[in-house]
């Protein structure tokens, strides 16, 4: 195992004398790390949480073209819901869809006034926009009649800004308006200027005007009423702020945009996620719906129980990319539908649809003006090529029917496009399914707890360099510790330890980024019966937005990415003593199996030897929500009800013992669990043939949630076979060895609360260090900076703390957790340092 090697850095206190017994931090900057790649961080921008359509497109109307009532594709209606083949539920009915009428719209109608609005499913301005709305107004006199749209939970509406309306209108009757529009709110005042529309004739004819805000709501409507009698046909109705981010025309709104942009991200993963697979193969992701005009883009029902307009659509994405500075990473659909939503194949003989989306997206980014897909490019405004460089070929794919697709598109893109770089995800399948590896970067996606993310900080130090690079793509705390909101100042920070490990390790680590980035507070979306609602990393209303304490520690890590790290090595006096101290147990998780010969031995001599043949004395079965049966049968303590059993014996003081044991699996899909190290809920333990008895094991198990410890291995345990089990302990370091073999040899770092990595950021001659404490309790550090000239005595310090760790932001305290910065001096190259309890530290400092 690699030395323990992180960077901390100290906080400036001008003091220079040592303190005893605190722990030390030493970075030595004449030890350089591997580089980090500068685009490490980036973000994943998927349409979940209505983060799209609702949130940072700056369309403001929901169902703009009415095609909502549409029935969701590839579903049909089934014992009263819309469900594919398989049964999965859609989520239409359940998210306020309906065939029958026209969902987000309402009919107004007050005073003497009468008035009827009705779907039509033909004649709309487009093939693409067959559906529209009919109005017809009987009495127009002493009241008013009209619709209303509620746009996505309210519509946002500043005082004093200005929007654009445009829609498409026809009539008969001798209707010919006006048509007068305006932003309420919910009681009914007007929240803007009134816009009238006049001559509304037989042919469809877009009409266009402005309204400005007179008061600031995020809940107002959009309200269009007739002033005369007679019928009208709406369709398309659309309402923008007039200032989108960098003013581009069909643009993203400012403020959500922007927080994005201050993330300066190095790349944009996009459409998805499960909204590239979808839930049935007629929606999956096909980017050539989305481009074009608006009106002839076909919207699509999503996997996130909404429809999407499609109008950031492939030229969209690809253009805020470029307005970020950032490097698009376009996914596509593999042929195989979402595997959490009963997946769906494309048969291998009707591939090439499929396989000519991913050729011809490059076209579309990168060809030149008379190529067919180039030349749509051009004529949507972007004549240079937007340089695409990366492709993900599929998302949370699985099996061998996912890797015969994957390499049917692979071979064909590599083939035409050798200098793309080729993205498999393989957080779902296993690697050898996509047969010989034929990806440049691997991605993989973390949902996790905090204590997993805090675990799994050496998670690379021991990958295997040959194999291609990681992206890990989707990361995110997602347990109930992150808060409401999640990404809490207890996610964040143990986000940032999981970072800080792939900094580490920047060699193996190429890419990171959060997922979700966005959601409407009103607006999150879940996978259907498998709640709770899926987050974001920046939240927002009508009008408001906030990053949670999350989104401000990936800003600040982004911010201080440094060129390479540095040996950083944090070393605490108590470490030394560290030891694997507890009782002894067995165990079995789906079998029942025996055993006998249990000996604990320490320093030469036997402290126990099981005499199963007489009793099973001083053994206690039984841990939380287990149902073993445990008993002595022909001089083995048998555990004979197939499930989660296990038996403890011995002291809680034990350590530095050699346990040995005979163990035999009588029946069950499994192996054996050998614990060691145990005190109560907390625990270490063996897990021979675990994950389908596939895999040996070593884990620590606290409070019931395992943690690895170094590699697993392949191995199975076979059924009426006697194994020979031997697990030896010495301080912190487990050999185990199955039947004479060592099979793990793994040193446990003494449990830590505190992290640091330094690192150079060669373009500022700086060292920056940055620190972690998880603890409730401030930390002061010696720092030693060795091997580094001219170290300034000046230094800029960020901290991301709060009082309490489940502190986060809200729309009402955006800036709750959010970094401070200050700048102190009395750096030398040794000093000392107290960091904030609960914290994220980050130290810049010039020095040669
Ligand atoms: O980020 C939300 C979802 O999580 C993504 O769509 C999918 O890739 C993952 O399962």
Same mark, same amino acid.
């Given at each position: 195992m690699k030395p323990k090697f992180n960077f901390a850095l100290v906080a400036l206190v001008a003091c220079a004398n040592f303190l005893h017994g605190a722990t030390t931090v030493t970075i030595d900057a004449a030890k350089p790390g591997p580089e980090i790649n500068p685009r490490l961080y980036g973000i994943f921008l998927e349409e979940i949480n209505h983060g799209v359509d609702g949130g940072l497109y700056a369309e403001l109307i929901r169902n703009r073209a009415f095609?909502?009532?549409?029935?969701?594709?590839?579903?049909?209606?089934? !014992?009263?819901?819309?469900?594919?083949?398989?049964?999965?539920?859609?989520?239409?009915s359940r998210y306020g869809y309906t065939t029958n009428g026209i969902p987000f719209w309402s009919l107004v109608q007050s005073g003497d006034a009468k008035g009827e609005m009705n779907l039509e499913t033909t004649g709309g301005i487009t093939e693409e926009s067959a559906y529209c709305l009919r109005l017809n107004v009987e009495i127009s006199n002493g009241g008013r009649v009209g619709i209303a749209n509620e746009g996505f939970f309210g519509i946002g509406v500043k005082q004093g800004e200005t929007y654009t309306l445009s829609l498409y209108a026809r009539s008969v009757d001798g209707f010919d308006g006006p048509l007068t529009?305006?932003?309420?709110?919910? *009681?009914?005042?007007?929240?803007?200027?009134?816009a009238e529309i006049k001559g509304v004739g037989r042919e469809w004819k877009q009409f266009k005007t402005t309204l400005t805000g007179s008061k600031t709501d995020s809940k107002a409507r959009f309200v269009l009423a007739a002033g005369a009698k007679g019928t009208v046909w709406l369709d398309f109705v659309s309402l923008f702020p007039k200032q989108t981010w960098k003013d581009r025309a069909n643009g993203l709104r400012s403020d959500i945009a922007q927080m994005i942009a201050d993330l300066k991200p190095g790349f944009v993963r996009f459409p998805g996620g499960c909204v590239v697979e979808a839930g049935t193969v007629e929606t999956a992701y096909n980017w050539k719906l989305t481009v074009g005009p608006l009106e002839k883009r076909s919207e699509r029902w999503g996997p996130w129980n909404y429809r999407r307009t499609q109008g950031v659509g492939l030229y969209e994405y690809l253009q805020f990319c470029e307005d970020l500075g950032a490097e698009p990473l376009y996914v596509g659909f593999a042929g195989q539908t979402c595997i959490f939503r009963q997946?769906?194949?494309?048969?291998?003989?009707?591939?090439?649809?499929?396989?000519?989306?991913?050729?011809?997206?490059?076209?579309?980014a990168n060809g030149s003006a008379d190529s067919k897909w180039g030349a749509l490019r051009?004529? /949507?405004?972007?004549?240079?090529?937007?340089? $695409? =460089?990366?492709?993900?070929?599929? !998302?949370?794919?699985?099996?061998?029917?996912?890797?015969?697709?994957?390499?049917?598109?692979?071979?064909?893109?590599? @083939?035409?496009?050798?200098?793309? =770089?080729?993205?498999?995800?393989?957080?779902?399948?296993?690697?050898?399914?996509?047969?010989?590896?034929?990806?440049?970067?691997?991605?993989?996606?973390?949902?996790? *707890?905090?204590?997993?993310?805090?675990?799994?900080?050496?998670?690379?130090?021991?990958?295997?360099?040959?194999?291609?690079?990681? %992206?890990?793509?989707?990361?995110?705390?997602?347990?109930?510790?992150?808060?409401?909101?999640?990404? !809490? $100042?207890? /996610?964040?920070? +143990?986000?940032?330890?999981?970072?800080?490990?792939?900094?580490? !390790?920047?060699?193996?680590?190429?890419?990171? +980024?959060?997922?979700?980035?966005?959601?409407?507070?009103?607006?999150?979306?879940?996978?259907i019966n498998a709640p709770p609602p899926w987050h974001g990393m920046i939240y927002f209303d009508g009008t408001r937005v906030f990053g949670t304490?999350?989104?401000?520690?990936?800003?600040?890590?982004?911010?201080n990415r440094p060129n390479r790290s540095l040996q950083t090595l944090v070393e605490n006096p108590d470490d030394k003593n560290f030891a694997i101290v507890g009782q002894i147990g067995i165990g079995t998780w789906d079998t029942t199996a025996e055993f006998k010969d249990v000996r604990v031995e320490k320093n030469g001599e036997t402290i126990y030897t099981s005499g199963f043949g007489q009793s099973t004395n001083g053994w206690q079965s039984g841990g939380r929500g287990e149902r073993g049966q445990w008993e002595v049968q022909e001089g083995? %303590?048998?555990?004979?009800?197939?499930?989660?059993? +296990?038996?403890?014996?011995?002291?809680?003081?034990?350590?530095?013992?050699?346990?040995?044991? =005979? @163990?035999?699996?009588?029946?069950?899909?499994?192996?054996?669990?050998?614990?060691?190290?145990?005190?109560?809920?907390?625990? %270490?333990?063996?897990?021979?043939?675990?994950?389908?008895? *596939?895999?040996? @094991?070593?884990?620590?198990?606290?409070?019931? /949630?395992?943690?690895?410890?170094?590699?697993?291995?392949?191995?199975?345990?076979?059924?009426?076979?006697?194994?020979?089990?031997?697990?030896? $302990?010495?301080?912190n370091r487990i050999q185990c060895y199955l039947d004479?073999? $060592?099979?793990?040899?793994?040193?446990?770092?003494?449990?830590?609360?505190?992290? /640091?990595?330094?690192?150079?950021?060669?373009? =500022?001659s700086e060292i920056v260090l940055k620190a972690i404490n998880l603890s409730a309790q401030p930390m002061t550090a010696n720092l030693k900076i060795l091997g580094a000239k001219d170290i300034s005595s000046e230094e800029k310090i960020t901290v991301l703390t709060s009082v309490s760790s489940s502190d986060n932001n809200s729309l009402d305290q955006p800036k709750r957790v959010v970094p401070t910065e200050t700048s102190e001096s009395g750096v030398a190259s040794e000093f000392t340092h107290e960091f904030p309890a609960r914290s994220l530290t980050v130290m810049r400092v010039k020095a040669k």
């Open positions: 095609e909502d009532s549409r029935p969701p594709e590839g579903y049909a209606f089934r !014992n009263g819901r819309w469900r594919d083949e398989r049964g999965f539920d859609s989520g239409y529009a305006r932003l309420e709110d919910t *009681s009914g005042n007007a929240c803007s200027s009134e997946p769906e194949l494309v048969p291998m003989d009707q591939m090439g649809w499929v396989r000519d989306n991913f050729l011809d997206v490059v076209e579309y051009v004529e /949507a405004g972007h004549r240079a090529p937007f340089n $695409l =460089k990366y492709a993900e070929i599929g !998302n949370e794919n699985q099996g061998r029917e996912f890797g015969e697709r994957y390499r049917f598109i692979h071979d064909a893109m590599k @083939a035409k496009y050798p200098e793309i =770089k080729y993205f498999a995800d393989l957080s779902w399948t296993r690697a050898d399914a996509l047969g010989e590896p034929t990806w440049d970067i691997e991605d993989q996606h973390y949902y996790n *707890s905090p204590a997993w993310f805090v675990s799994h900080y050496n998670e690379y130090d021991r990958r295997n360099r040959s194999l291609a690079p990681l %992206y890990l793509g989707e990361v995110a705390v997602t347990s109930g510790d992150a808060g409401p909101y999640r990404g !809490n $100042l207890n /996610a964040a920070l +143990s986000e940032g330890v999981f970072l800080l490990g792939c900094e580490r !390790n920047a060699d193996a680590v190429s890419m990171v +980024s959060y997922a979700p980035l966005l959601a409407h507070v009103d607006g999150r979306t879940e996978l304490a999350s989104y401000y520690l990936w800003k600040t890590f982004a911010e083995a %303590y048998r555990q004979s009800r197939a499930g989660r059993a +296990s038996s403890y014996y011995g002291d809680e003081s034990w350590s530095d013992y050699t346990l040995t044991l =005979k @163990a035999r699996k009588i029946s069950g899909g499994e192996g054996f669990l050998i614990m060691f190290g145990r005190k109560g809920r907390d625990m %270490y333990w063996w897990n021979l043939g675990g994950w389908g008895n *596939s895999r040996y @094991a070593l884990e620590h198990s606290v409070n019931g /949630a395992q943690m690895p410890i170094g590699p697993q291995a392949e191995g199975r345990i076979e059924t009426g076979r006697w194994y020979d089990i031997k697990i030896a $302990l010495n301080k004479g073999k $060592l099979i793990h040899d793994e040193v446990v770092q003494p449990p830590t609360e505190f992290f /640091a990595l330094a690192g150079r950021d060669e373009t =500022k």
